[in-house]
């Protein structure tokens, strides 16, 4: 019903900055668990950055830590995932996903999250 629609990927010299966004329905997105997840090749697809907005936790996978961060825009329909001094490592397919509503998860990340949908992707290239 949810249909995560993610936008913003291209290809970025190492060390530079891009932004993802995230769009679910148009609807605010409140109170939901937001989850940035990524697919390296080769790799399975793992969860770098997610957001409950529940109560304002926020996980980030040690190897965005400190590089990545999650943010929204005045509206609440757009989540982004702002990507700062990127590596050729952070190349893969970008994906968004929508998890639950109003809930309270302490310590939490990404497994903890209740992230069943997510959008088609967006491609991000790290060149060297």
């Known amino acids: 019903q949810l249909q995560p629609v993610e936008s913003g990927g291209g290809v970025v010299q190492s060390g530079g900055s891009l932004r993802l966004s995230c769009v679910v329905n148009?609807?605010?997105?409140?109170?939901?668990?937001i989850g940035w997840f990524r697919q390296a090749p080769g790799k399975e697809r793992e969860g770098i950055a997610c957001?409950?907005?529940?109560?304002?936790?926020?996980y980030y996978e040690e190897s965005v830590d400190g590089r990545f961060r999650i943010s929204r825009d005045a509206s609440k329909t757009t989540v982004y995932l702002q990507m700062n001094d990127v590596k050729p490592n952070d190349t893969g397919v970008y994906y968004c996903?929508?998890?639950?509503?109003?809930?309270?998860?302490?310590?939490?990340?990404?497994?903890?999250?209740?992230?069943?949908?997510w959008g088609q992707g967006t491609q991000v290239t790290v060149s060297s």
């Open positions: 996903s929508i998890g639950g509503s109003g809930n309270v998860i302490i310590p939490w990340n990404c497994q903890r999250g209740e992230f069943r949908s």
């Open positions: 148009g609807i605010s997105l409140d109170r939901y668990e």
């Open positions: 957001k409950n907005y529940g109560d304002g936790s926020v």
